[in-house]
């Protein structure tokens, strides 16, 4: 199972971006699909949540600015960033919980390998 996540970039504060991250491989159900980040020397925390059903979580910081949302038959999530700010630089990674062939009890953690956003001043 790989997860890939693209669409960072350089943008200036006040500006958008629209990060996706696509699940693809052998598995048999992607379950819960995560953002997180991680700034320059800081510790990697969760940025929004969202379940197979579409229910959604977000860290305080990002409420209102960001907007996560998924397609299923693309197993993909996106990122809708909006009114970014510069300390929202950070490399993004998605992450999801996911059953694959012959562990139909067992949810299986994969991460992608993150996209950088930088957003200037």
């Known amino acids: 199972v790989q997860l890939q996540a693209s669409g960072g970039g350089l943008v200036q504060a006040g500006g958008s971006l629209r990060l996706s991250c696509a699940a693809s491989?052998?598995?048999?159900?992607?379950?819960?699909m995560n953002w997180h980040r991680q700034a320059p020397g800081k510790q990697r925390e969760l940025v929004a949540a969202i379940t197979s059903g579409g229910s959604t979580v977000y860290a305080d910081s990002m409420k209102g600015r960001f907007t996560i949302s998924r397609d299923n038959a693309k197993n993909t999530i996106y990122l809708q960033m909006n009114s970014l700010k510069p300390e929202d630089t950070a490399v993004y990674y998605c992450?999801?919980?996911?059953?694959?062939?012959?562990?139909?009890?067992?949810?299986?953690?994969?991460w992608g390998q993150g996209t950088l956003v930088t957003v200037s001043s």
């Open positions: 491989g052998n598995f048999v159900r992607v379950n819960a």
């Open positions: 992450n999801a919980g996911v059953v694959v062939p012959g562990h139909p009890l067992y949810e299986y953690d994969f």
